[in-house]
């Protein structure tokens, strides 16, 4: 009777969290596709929980074998994708993804089949949808959950071409801890579902998935109402860059001049300066396309913009610590230097130099006295 009382407690606030976290959501000022997807999938878990509520109520100690990572597995790809991709727009094809899911709960109602596995692969009538449960579960866990791991990979490697200063709210970091998180579970799930097959009931389980689900939606809740638009201006994609050794955009003397051109400009124009440098603001300036911006960066200079505009910032930064007079802390000549925050510097700084900026102003120093 506790652990039925622990399962109503957490069914009830995961409704009252998703349904008012929906309403948060889509009543955000300037709303992008990401909070349109958000605020559905918040609906959508409501509902999740809102009939298991009904479920728990109506038939006292049980709840139907339905497949909720049908309906999260999808909505974390979806999301995921709607923010690193400027092009996402909202579909109506893209409503198939929820289908299994549908489909799956309608047959928990009709069938009645309780979330249990004792007596799972027993012969009798219902042993089809369990099977169909375990197999769909797996198969959705291991597609989504991969093709979302895949698109921040691709992302994280993206920034690097597109931006000078790379914050928080860009690497999603929180994301990547849903994604490692979530996996970690979907293992624990598994083994546990196995273990139980062999062993005996798993109401423990149910109490377990729906408080990992009510984490997800406070996760979800806090971080993705605070998430803003990664690429604000909705810039076109180009097209992808070549391997190092693949076929090249450009040819050798092009890419020798482009490249002649870009060093000219950031020794005579010093854009490294200014904290909210990007390779949109690149392009426009020297009125080349990113795409061929960033082979040059890549494949001629073996750079990616991140690296290159940061050891501009970081040689100048040198430059101020080499002067004893140098009325100015050691953080202000980082801002002045086009870094944005002290932590920035710093982590930009020893990578590149090996050393702390104080660390090298002692050094500089000593080699001075």
Sequence with gaps: MAKIASMDVIVWIGFAQALFAGI?????DKKSSADYLLSAWFFLLSIEFLTVGIELYVYTNFVFLSN???LFNPALFLYTRSLVKPSFRLKWPQLLHLLPYLIFKIFSWSLQEPLSFEGFFSPDNTLWYRISFGVFGLVSWIVYLGLTAVILSRHRKRLKNEFSTIDRIKKMGWIM???VFYGIYCLIVLLWGLFNIIVFTTESLTLFNYSVL????????FYGLKQRDIFPDKTKEEPVVPEKNSNSFLSTDQMEKISQKLLNYFQKEKPYL???FSMSLLSESLKIPRHHLTEVLNKHLGKNFFLFVNEYRVAAVKKQLDKPDNPYSIEAIGYECGFNSKSTFF?????LTGQTPK????EVLQKKN
Excluded at 359 to 362: A, F, K, T, V, W
């Design 177 to 179: 801890f849903v994604v």
């Design 68 to 70: 909720t990572f049908l």
């Design 214 to 221: 009510l984490f997800f939606v406070y996760i979800f809740s």
């Design 347 to 351: 982590s930009v700084f020893k990578t």
């Design 24 to 28: 948060l959501t889509i009543t955000k």
């Design 274 to 276: 200014n904290p909210e």
């Design 359 to 362: 660390n090298y102003q002692q």
